[in-house]
């Protein structure tokens, strides 16, 4: 494996048209030395099939870590991704996100020890989800505020995410609201970093495991960085099946002892 700058987990279940997608949007990267780990938390055939095309078409080298499907176990398969991961770097992102063609440059750029970087995304409704091609992705129409009007989308404050460059951009990291949290769909940092809390609490399930792993990573002394107008991504929309009131109480309870009790480790990660 050559020197590889950058690892990119992207995680996946079952959605090969999204993944597609995807995977053209890292073809189109500006930043050219990274990997994509496929964090598969069991997909049928389809699946693996896609990736053994794509690796055709695509310029990087595509990792395929998958797991049987036993129900919603993301946690669990974005560790065996990370210990998959060939580079001291690693960005994490989901299979119905498409990135910007600076996406991977702007992680690059910003990467810094002692941080994680916390990236956002920009909702699409369905019917462009659908709509956006190959050719679309390649042309970046889809991060094109003017094409998406057309298509439909409303005058929203939102839409900044999209438009907002350069100076402006940094304004609006810095002013943003909400906290630089550890978001699944668009974050990175040091591998050494995610090992050393222990990676994901593979008991939890589907509602803020990814917040998690950031709030013990805040208890190691690790800081964070907010690029939600610098590093863009584009959410495809699909159904949530797997979000249940259970699990969101269950991993709030989880979330709770970890910021209580200051927990940099869990005894349910990597390291079993």
Not at 21 to 31: A, I, P, Y
Not at 184 to 212: A, P, T
Request: aromatic share 12%.
């Amino acid at each position: 494996m050559k020197n590889i700058q950058i690892s990119i987990i992207v995680s996946t279940y079952n959605s090969e048209d999204w993944l597609r997608k995807v995977l053209l949007g890292f073809n189109s990267q500006t930043f050219k030395n990274f990997e994509v780990v496929i964090a598969d938390d069991g997909s049928g055939p389809k699946t693996k099939e896609l990736l053994e095309s794509m690796s055709k078409e695509v310029f990087y080298p595509i990792v395929h870590v998958w797991q049987e499907d036993e129900g919603f176990q993301k946690s669990r398969i974005l560790n065996k991704a990370v210990v998959a991961c060939n580079s001291e770097y690693i960005i994490m992102t989901d299979g119905d996100c498409i990135p910007r063609e600076d996406f991977v440059q702007v992680h690059y750029i910003n990467k810094q020890p002692g941080y994680f970087i916390s990236g956002g995304y920009y909702m699409l409704p369905m019917n462009i989800s659908k709509a956006i091609t190959a050719e679309d992705i390649k042309k970046q129409n889809c991060f094109n505020i003017e094409w998406l009007m057309e298509m439909g989308i409303p005058k929203t404050f939102k839409n900044k995410k999209l438009t907002a460059k350069g100076w402006i951009s940094k304004i609006f990291n810095t002013v943003t609201p909400t906290n630089a949290s550890w978001n699944g769909h668009n974050s990175s940092g040091w591998k050494k970093d995610i090992v050393n809390v222990n990676g994901f609490d593979e008991r939890m399930q589907y509602g803020g495991q990814d917040r998690e792993l950031g709030e013990r990573l805040f208890n190691f002394g690790i800081k964070s960085k907010q690029l939600r107008y610098s590093a863009v991504c584009v959410h495809l929309d699909h159904k949530r099946g797997y979000k249940t009131p259970e699990s969101i109480e269950k991993n709030q309870g989880i979330r709770k002892e970890t910021r209580n009790k200051k927990l940099v480790w869990t005894h349910y990660g990597i390291t079993k």
